[in-house]
């Protein structure tokens, strides 16, 4: 097994989450769809 990728996680503000729901709602792309979620 190789080593786990790091992740950092930052606090999202208000309009950031509205514009990433909206992709998860309308992104035809998986790529796309799962790095918004």
């Known amino acids: 097994m190789g ?12 309009a950031e989450g509205q ?6 709602r309308t992104a035809r ?3 796309k769809l799962r790095r918004a979620i």
């Open 3 to 14: 080593r786990r990728p790091e992740v950092f996680v930052r606090q999202v503000s208000m």
């Open 29 to 31: 792309d998986p790529v």
């Open 19 to 24: 514009r990433l729901q909206k992709i998860t």
